[in-house]
Structures are given as C-alpha cells and as structure tokens.
C-alpha cells in the first residue's frame, strides 16, 4: 500500500458515512454523521453569554436554519430612497407602480440571508403613496396592519369600513378580510406594512385574491365604503363595554379582532395618563393593542404594544422566545440588544431576536414611545413562550417559565 493510498484512507466511522453520503443525495436522505445539536445552548439554564442568544448549529443539521440578527434601520438612511422611488413613480405617472402595486421598502433582517423578513415569522415594508394613489382592493390569509408614520393622508378601507390615518395609528387587516389603500391628500403618505406573511409561507399557506368583486355589481377597483371613518372606535373602543348586536366575526379567521382602527392620539392618551404609574422595570409603562371582544392579541400569531419610556429611564435586561421588532414613534434613547448598542430616535426601526437580552434607555428630555410587534402571540398559543429578566447583579428571574 503506497502512502497516497493510506492518506485517502477513511480513519474513522464518521468519514466512512460522509463517503456514503456523497452517493445519497439522489436518494433524497442523508445518513447521520452529526448529533441532532441544539440550536441554541439551554438558554433558560444559562446566560447564554454576552448576546443570551446562545450558539447556532454547526453543519449538515444547521442547513438553512433561520436565526433573525439584533439590528437597527435608520430613518435617515431609508427616507431618502423614499422620496427617490416617490419621485420616479411620479414623473413615470405610474400609480401606483405597475409591477408592485404600490411604492415601498422591504426590511431583510441582515440574519436571514436575504429573505424578505425583518424577524423570523415577520415581514415589514415601508410604503410610501403619492397623492391619487391607490392600491386595489385585495383579500390574503395573511394578517398584516399598517403602522402610520405621516402626519394625515392615507386611508384604509377594511370590509368596507373607512379608516383615515393619522401618525401613530395601527390598523389591521385579519386574515381574510378584503381591504384597498389611496391618499387622497396633497402629500405624499408612508407607513409600515407589517405582515406575518413569512410564517405563513414557511407553511406553505398564502392565499391571495385580487379580483374585488364589488357586491353591488360596479367595476371599481376599490370597496365602497359602508361604515364611515371611526365605526371602529364607536364599536368597540369604549374600554370595558362590548356591543351586544351585531356579529364580531371578520374575515376567514376565528378570534380576529373586530377592531380595525386603532388611532395614535388614542394610544398616546392612553400612555400618558398611565405615566404615574410605576409600569414594569423591564418595559416601562407597556399598553398592549387587543382584540376587544376576547382581551387577547390582536392575531393568534402576533401581539402589539406600545410602550412609553419616561426621559432618563432605564429599563432592565429582558430576554423572550418570541422574535420582535419596534418602531419609534417618539423621542430618542438607546437599546442594548444581543450584546450591541444601537442610538436610535423618531421612525428608527429595531429588531430584536428571539433570546437575545434587551433593554431601552431614554436618554431624551421628552418621553420616548416605542410601537413593537412580537411573534409572542404565536409563541403562547403553541406552549412554547418563557422570559426572563437580569437584575445589575447578573442575577437571573423567571418572568415567564
Ligand atoms: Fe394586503
């Protein structure tokens, strides 16, 4: 035997099985060469270091494995292609854009190779309507909402209900039911499209229907409006007091919430009268957006809140399962997440991954609020939701086990 031949030799079991691996793959399998390893350390027992994100999986049972990044979208970066793309949707005459339906951006969380995801289970777009613009009506078993950043302009029509918006107003779109957008203003118009598009196609269950077929008879690419701007609010944002006519059901979905139209001088009223109260050490004084017939999340995937942050407070270290990302509506400070230090201020988008320790600083002379969106939701309903906090010490609470 020559020496070449005993360097190719196989030593060991392991690379005997990759040698038969190399013949496998036609086969569609893969002969196990590598211990099913944890994705992550056991996070809940440990600090999970620095990130408290713990480790990845190594090799062949790490192929495409999803593990969202901590990172921070600036305002100032993202609002000049705004107008850009604006700008050449206008002088194009195009409304909106023929191939897209609409203007926007799409976050790719720099963790998820590309896809067109901000977390995990997320996808967020920033869009942008000039005035005259409108986007056909559309029906999708995605859920999504529309968190919006102008001033006034834009407008919703939800099952034919019309919701003109406002900054800081939220509204949703549950699965399966019918809804068109337009800014019939003299400004151009933005917002964050949020949608949990990416879990349901990791599903293999998005369906989309864009031929509005108006109930009576016309040809209009929108829905006519039947209930008028604030049916919502009149139903259903009376804290407490639940109309006893009427069905709450909408849309495909079961336990979707009836209330489309969440308004930000609302929200923001809300958290103000609240600023007295001591709130969470880990999250300020927090409001979470629910579903006013049951008191649970707004969707069975996904939980909103809006949290306020008085000027100079620091909160504590919290580490969840769920995946989440935020957005700026007021104030500046900084968050700490897995391990780096992002500044952030006004329309500043931040995601935070599933694990990773997290905190908020004010370091404003106003309040800061923060409007985040968590897979949490999801993470309830199938059993599979824990939090932690970390004191100054390093010392370890079980917030949720
Ligand atoms: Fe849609």
Excluded at 24 to 50: C, E, M, Y
Excluded at 326 to 345: A, D
Aim: charged share 20%.
């Amino acid at each position: 035997m020559t020496a070449q031949t005993q360097h190719n030799r196989p030593t060991s079991a392991a690379e005997l099985l990759d040698q038969l691996n190399t013949e496998t793959p036609k086969l569609h399998v893969w002969i196990r060469t590598q211990a099913n390893s944890p994705a992550q350390r056991p996070w809940f027992a440990d600090a999970g270091g620095a990130s408290g994100m713990g480790d990845l999986a190594k090799g062949r049972v790490a192929a495409n494995q999803m593990a969202m990044a901590a990172h921070r979208w600036r305002w100032s970066d993202i609002k000049p292609y705004l107008d850009k793309i604006g700008e050449i949707a206008r002088a194009a005459d195009v409304k909106p854009l023929e191939t897209t339906d609409r203007q926007g951006i799409l976050l790719t969380n720099p963790g998820l190779g590309g896809r067109l995801q901000i977390t995990n289970t997320t996808r967020a777009a920033i869009a942008i309507y000039n005035p005259g613009d409108v986007a056909p009506a559309h029906i999708h078993s995605p859920n999504a909402s529309r968190t919006i950043l102008s001033e006034k302009g834009g407008y919703t029509n939800v099952e034919g209900e019309r919701c003109d918006c406002h900054r800081g107003d939220i509204v949703f779109t549950p699965n399966g039911t019918w809804h068109d957008h337009g800014n019939e203003d003299t400004a151009p118009m933005i917002w964050i499209d949020v949608l949990d598009w990416p879990l349901m196609e990791y599903l293999n269950c998005v369906w989309v229907d864009q031929e509005y077929r108006d109930p009576k008879g016309g040809n209009s690419k929108s829905q006519s409006v039947v209930h008028a701007d604030g049916h919502s609010t009149r139903l259903y944002g009376n804290g407490g007091l639940k109309p006893v006519f009427g069905s709450n059901q909408r849309g495909w979905g079961h336990d979707m919430s009836p209330m489309f139209h969440f308004r930000g001088a609302d929200v923001r009223a809300a958290l103000h009268a609240l600023r007295g109260e001591a709130g969470d050490p880990y999250e300020g004084i927090k409001m979470q957006f629910v579903n006013p017939i049951t008191g649970k999340s707004i969707y069975p995937t996904l939980e909103y809140s809006a949290q306020l942050i008085r000027p100079g407070e620091e909160l504590r270290f919290k580490r969840e399962t769920s995946g989440m990302f935020g957005v700026v509506l007021e104030g500046k400070g900084f968050s700490e997440i897995g391990g780096q230090r992002f500044e952030w201020e006004k329309n500043d988008i931040m995601a935070f991954p599933n694990f990773a320790w997290r905190r908020h600083v004010n370091t404003g002379s106003t309040d800061a609020v923060i409007y985040t969106v968590s897979d949490s939701a999801l993470l309830k309903n199938i059993g599979q939701y824990r939090a932690q906090g970390r004191g100054a010490d390093g010392s370890i609470t079980q917030i949720v086990q």
